[in-house]
Each structure stands twice: as C-alpha cells, then as structure tokens.
C-alpha cells in the first residue's frame, strides 16, 4: 500500500476502530461523526486492500478479518511510540503547563481524593492544569492506562492490573450506617441483628447482590438479604434517609453524611481495604506523570 503524510489521521481512527469493533463508540471516542467515520472507513479498506472490519453475525458491532487482527498490536505499538516522542515533555512546571490529567475513580474515590486535588491545584493557582474525572471500566482499565487515556486509576489492591506499578495511597476502615432515626436504635449491631437487616449495597460490576462482606458472612454460614444494589456510593445517603435500609460503607464516605446517618461498629473484622494508584510503567519517568502521581499521595494524607 502507498499511504501518505495526509493518511496518517485514518491510522489514527483505524486504531479506534479495531480496538472498539463498533463504529458508533469508535466515532464518540474519537470525537468525529458516525458518516464521517464511515467514510474513513471506506478510504481505508482502499488502502489496505481488505475489508478489515465487517458486519456481526448478530448484528451487534463488527469482527475483524484476519488483516485487521494482523495490523491491530503493530499499530497500537506505531501510534504510541509516535505519541511518545511528540507529546514528552522535557521538563514540566505546573505554574505554566497547559496539560490536562485525567483520573480514573469511582464516585467515593473521587470525592475523597478528586475533590482535595482540585481544591490544592485551585488554590495554588495554576490556571493551564485541567482535570478529568472517569468512571472505570475494570475490562479496559489496562489498555485505557496503556494508551495515557487515563493518566492514573484509583482502585482497591486487588483491581491493579497485572505488572503494572502502584503506590498505596490510604487504607480504609468499614462501618455499618444507617439512618439518624432507625427504628432499631443506636446500638452496633450483633452478629445476628446484621443479618436480619435489609441491606443495600454498591456493586462495581453493575447490579451484583453481594460482595466481599457476603464472603465474609459465608465462611461462618451466614447469608444476609440485600435488597438492593446500585452502581454508585452518592445515591446511598438518599436511600437510607428514606428507608429502613443499612449499608456497609468506608467510614472517610460517612463523615461526611454525620449529619443524617449514624456509623455503627460492624459485629466483623473486615478485609483490609487499601485505595492505590496505578499508571503504565511507560510513565514512570514522565515529569507530569511523577507530579501527578505526588498531588495524589499529598492529597491522601489525614
């Protein structure tokens, strides 16, 4: 194939493309036009001479031909080493860089964490540093780090990806929260009182009814009944205000609701809970990266 100067863009969408195998997300992520990626598209196959993706059998997305699974990693692999050698700064000052960091948490991770690192970059006025918050994609986290499509991920110990370096950042204690005025009172919870309860619980994996403390709860031939499941720790407060329900939460996510519900010690010792940073190795030494990375620790500290 002869491709030129002018051709490189269409490596660029057709890295999207084979990665996402859908040309409505590919064209959102690459922020263009579904037709005009279409397009793309077309001009693409003339190049390659192959088809490169087609339709599903299902109808849901596309599959690669075998020249697209062909050209997938030794593109991916072009591109970043391209990107590499633009985009590496030499140096970086965060008092005149212009850089956008993008951080992958959850809704706790970034209340925590997020809400003190935008706070310590606003009062230290460094007006050119921009800062995205992203929900994580545990199937993708991996490859979303590799590409810098997130700079750094906050997630538990067991959620870093493997061979990729980390750094604890805080460890978290586990209570039992309940409403100000629960009709059982202001006592902890026994052993047996906690299983009895109605419970609501935040499932990463989108709408799973247990969790590490169901482990727990198992291994002394315990069940508890979970009435309800949701995705994000914000709605938590507002359900158990209005319900009867309980939930187990890290008490750094209580202290901030004092006000209307009460933390109670749990009848159970539970795991561990350490929150760490993770980013690709291929960061390490990037003097943006090793800034961001310290904000973190900085901000993590009681």
């Known amino acids: 194939m002869d491709i030129r100067g002018h051709d490189l863009p269409l490596l660029v969408s057709l890295r999207t493309m084979l990665d996402e195998r859908n040309i409505t997300r590919a064209a959102i992520r690459l922020g263009v036009s579904q037709p005009a990626l279409s397009a793309q598209l077309a001009r693409l196959r003339d190049l390659f001479g192959d088809q490169l993706l087609t339709p599903a059998a299902s109808g849901k997305g596309m599959v690669l031909t075998p020249r697209g699974h062909a050209l997938k990693e030794p593109l991916r692999l072009a591109l970043q080493r391209l990107g590499d050698v633009v985009s590496q700064p030499?140096?970086?000052d965060p008092a005149t860089s212009e850089r956008t960091f993008t951080v992958g948490a959850n809704d706790n991770a970034?209340?925590?964490i997020g809400a003190r690192l935008v706070a310590s970059v606003r009062r230290r006025g460094l007006p050119g540093i921009r800062l995205a918050f992203r929900s994580i994609d545990p199937a993708k986290l991996t490859d979303r780090?590799?590409?810098?499509?997130?700079?750094?991920?906050?997630?538990?110990?067991?959620?870093?990806?493997?061979?990729?370096?980390?750094?604890?950042?805080?460890?978290?204690?586990?209570?039992?929260?309940?409403?100000?005025?629960?009709?059982?009172?202001?006592?902890?919870?026994s052993l047996k009182d906690y299983v009895?309860?109605?419970?609501?619980?935040?499932?990463?994996d989108g709408g799973g009814f247990s969790s590490f403390v169901d482990d727990i709860l198992a291994t002394r031939g315990l069940t508890r009944h979970v009435a309800v499941s949701v995705?994000?720790?914000s709605v938590v407060p507002l359900l158990l205000q209005s319900t009867d329900l309980v939930c187990t939460l890290p008490l750094?996510?209580?202290?901030?609701?004092?006000?209307?519900?009460?933390?109670?010690?749990?009848p159970f010792d539970t795991r561990p809970f350490t929150l760490h940073a993770t980013w690709h190795a291929r960061?390490?030494?990037?003097?943006?990266?090793?800034?961001?990375?310290?904000?973190?620790?900085?901000?993590?500290?009681?």
């Not at 009895?196 to 990463?204: A, C, E, P, Q, T």
């Not at 750094?252 to 749990?266: D, K, W």
């Not at 990037?286 to 009681?302: F, M, N, S």
């Open 145 to 189: 780090l590799e590409t810098g499509e997130i700079d750094v991920a906050l997630v538990s110990k067991h959620a870093v990806p493997n061979n990729m370096p980390s750094h604890a950042l805080l460890e978290e204690t586990f209570m039992m929260a309940q409403r100000k005025d629960h009709p059982r009172g202001v006592r902890p919870p």
């Open 231 to 233: 995705q994000h720790y």
């Open 110 to 112: 970034t209340a925590i």
């Open 283 to 302: 960061f390490d030494n990037d003097p943006g990266h090793e800034w961001l990375r310290q904000q973190l620790k900085d901000c993590a500290k009681d």
């Open 252 to 266: 750094r996510f209580l202290n901030r609701y004092r006000g209307s519900l009460r933390a109670l010690r749990l």
């Open 90 to 92: 030499a140096a970086f």
């Open 196 to 204: 009895r309860l109605d419970h609501v619980i935040v499932s990463g």
